[in-house]
């Protein structure tokens, strides 16, 4: 494995793991067999795992923190607040909107280090900016938690270039995730270039297209009724049908390379610049290790231009989110 730096202060895998369908969004999961995988995930060398307060609400965390206790010197956690969540209410059904109060940040701050049983948050991300609270205001709560020793490096997640220029003037930002994929990249138009002027790493999340460009996903059907997919415009049926045939020919470009449709696809992510490190979900050993493996995948700029040409964005049917669910992110 090779590693990537996430602004000055963090040293990460190429690939980290994002570990939100492991307790949230993507149907049941075994919990036995998500301890394994993020086992075998530091055996390979990745040391970069992505939760948040709100996945589960408050599950995944736990879940982080019973797995890797015994091998905290070996992984960056990063963990994200921003949510309101309302009590006893499950799942998604249990997120009321942002809150990026300065006393938001550091209660749940507080309350994710003894959820992750760790003494200092490696990567504390806002996870949607808070329209009714200055940025400045946040990111200096945030900062404050840095000099207390509670938190090492900031985030950001979903914010629009504008809001990644003020967050930094207060406090140096590590790294800022957004949604970023062959068939998602709304980055490219201003955030990427200006994470690179500043010297903030990049994170893309659903690297692989919510498991789409997996190709695993044939029918609606494959999906479990509670699946959070469900919901997003691109897996509607009239949306569906179109976005399916279209990974027919990442799977081509991909059988002609001898490699996984996965594989490809999170191999165009990585080559897109030693400043960006994906965190692909991955809930099996197996898709664990075929995306460790496509890491060390090399693509010309012209493969990569092709790759991009074949799946650009304009090709796919449906936008990446609900209307109300994009009214949070660019902010």
């Given at each position: 494995?090779?590693?990537r730096k996430?602004g000055n202060?963090l040293t990460v895998s190429?690939?980290g793991?994002?570990?939100?369908?492991?307790s949230?969004?993507?149907?049941?999961?075994?919990e036995n067999?998500?301890i394994?995988?993020?086992h075998?995930a530091?055996?390979?060398?990745?040391?970069?795992?992505?939760?948040a307060e709100?996945y589960g609400?408050y599950?995944n965390?736990?879940l982080i923190?019973?797995?890797?206790?015994?091998r905290?010197?070996?992984?960056v956690i990063a963990?994200?607040?921003?949510?309101?969540?309302?009590?006893g209410k499950?799942?998604?059904?249990a997120?009321?909107g942002v809150?990026?109060?300065?006393?938001?940040?550091?209660?749940?701050?507080?309350?994710?280090?003894?959820?992750?049983?760790?003494d200092?948050?490696?990567?504390y991300?806002?996870?949607r900016v808070?329209p009714?609270v200055?940025?400045e205001?946040t990111v200096?709560?945030?900062a404050?938690?840095?000099?207390e020793?509670?938190?090492?490096?900031?985030g950001l997640?979903?914010?629009s270039?504008?809001t990644i220029?003020?967050?930094?003037?207060?406090?140096?930002i590590?790294?800022?995730?957004?949604?970023?994929s062959?068939?998602?990249?709304?980055?490219e138009?201003?955030?990427?270039?200006?994470?690179?002027?500043?010297g903030?790493?990049?994170?893309?999340y659903?690297p692989?297209?919510?498991?789409?460009?997996?190709?695993a996903?044939?029918?609606?059907?494959d999906l479990?009724?509670?699946?959070?997919?469900?919901s997003l415009?691109?897996?509607?049926?009239?949306?569906?049908?179109?976005n399916?045939?279209l990974i027919?020919?990442?799977e081509?470009?991909?059988?002609?390379?001898?490699v996984t449709?996965?594989?490809?696809a999170?191999?165009?992510?990585?080559?897109?610049?030693?400043?960006?490190?994906p965190?692909?979900?991955?809930?099996?050993i197996?898709?664990?290790?075929?995306?460790?493996?496509?890491?060390?995948?090399?693509?010309?700029e012209?493969?990569?231009a092709?790759i991009?040409?074949?799946l650009?964005?304009?090709?796919?049917?449906?936008?990446?989110?609900?209307d109300?669910s994009?009214?949070?992110?660019?902010?």
């Amino acid at each position: 494995m090779k590693y990537r730096k996430l602004g000055n202060e963090l040293t990460v895998s190429t690939v980290g793991l994002g570990c939100m369908g492991m307790s949230f969004a993507y149907g049941e999961a075994d919990e036995n067999q998500s301890i394994r995988t993020l086992h075998r995930a530091v055996e390979l060398g990745v040391n970069f795992f992505d939760t948040a307060e709100v996945y589960g609400p408050y599950e995944n965390e736990k879940l982080i923190g019973k797995a890797l206790k015994d091998r905290r010197d070996q992984v960056v956690i990063a963990t994200k607040f921003g949510f309101r969540i309302e009590p006893g209410k499950p799942a998604t059904r249990a997120i009321r909107g942002v809150d990026g109060r300065p006393e938001n940040a550091k209660a749940v701050a507080e309350a994710s280090l003894g959820r992750l049983g760790i003494d200092i948050i490696d990567l504390y991300y806002q996870h949607r900016v808070d329209p009714a609270v200055p940025i400045e205001e946040t990111v200096g709560a945030m900062a404050e938690l840095v000099k207390e020793g509670k938190v090492r490096a900031l985030g950001l997640s979903e914010a629009s270039a504008a809001t990644i220029r003020r967050a930094h003037s207060v406090h140096p930002i590590a790294a800022v995730q957004s949604e970023y994929s062959l068939w998602s990249r709304d980055p490219e138009q201003e955030v990427l270039a200006t994470c690179r002027e500043l010297g903030i790493g990049f994170v893309p999340y659903s690297p692989l297209g919510r498991g789409m460009l997996t190709g695993a996903i044939r029918r609606l059907e494959d999906l479990a009724a509670d699946d959070f997919r469900r919901s997003l415009p691109r897996f509607q049926q009239e949306n569906f049908e179109a976005n399916a045939a279209l990974i027919g020919t990442l799977e081509r470009l991909a059988s002609a390379r001898e490699v996984t449709a996965a594989q490809l696809a999170l191999a165009w992510v990585v080559n897109q610049g030693e400043d960006i490190v994906p965190i692909p979900g991955a809930r099996r050993i197996e898709h664990l290790e075929q995306n460790v493996a496509a890491a060390g995948i090399v693509l010309t700029e012209g493969e990569r231009a092709e790759i991009g040409e074949a799946l650009s964005p304009e090709r796919v049917a449906g936008r990446r989110y609900t209307d109300a669910s994009l009214a949070l992110t660019n902010r």
